[in-house]
């Protein structure tokens, strides 16, 4: 079983930058799929920007992207998410969540196994 544990949420200004973390234990994994998502209240869960652990394939969702960067450190099982330039509409709880030993990087653009609590993030205006 993965555990999933997410940090470095907060509340900051609009143009403030967070960056949050992701640590994964629990299993070993060649390699994976791990991703950000963000829920904000009433709305659905949205796909906020994922990579392949092998550096296969990047996504980032149209409303993030120039602003945010997914990172990943393979030796401390550790994904990242820096956020720049925030905005109040990227106001939710973020969430991340992992594939393991996906069979193709287009894996990652499915849906995923595992999934943190989650960290909320909050940005005024």
């Known amino acids: 079983q993965v555990h999933l544990v997410e940090s470095g949420g907060g509340s900051v200004q609009a143009g403030g930058s967070l960056r949050l973390s992701c640590t994964a234990s629990?299993?070993?994994?060649?390699?994976?799929?791990m991703g950000w998502f963000r829920q904000a209240p009433g709305k659905e869960r949205e796909r906020v920007a994922h990579?392949?652990?092998?550096?296969?394939?990047?996504f980032y969702a149209s409303s993030v992207k120039g602003r945010f960067t997914i990172s990943q450190d393979n030796a401390k099982n550790a994904l990242y998410l820096q956020m720049n330039s925030l905005k109040p509409e990227d106001t939710a709880m973020y969430y991340c969540?992992?594939?393991?030993?996906?069979?193709?990087?287009?894996?990652?653009?499915?849906?995923?196994?595992?999934w943190g609590q989650g960290t909320q993030v909050t940005v005024s205006s």
């Open positions: 990579m392949h652990s092998g550096g296969l394939d990047t």
């Open positions: 969540a992992a594939i393991l030993n996906p069979r193709t990087a287009g894996t990652c653009y499915l849906n995923y196994s595992y």
């Open positions: 629990g299993v070993t994994w060649r390699t994976a799929c």
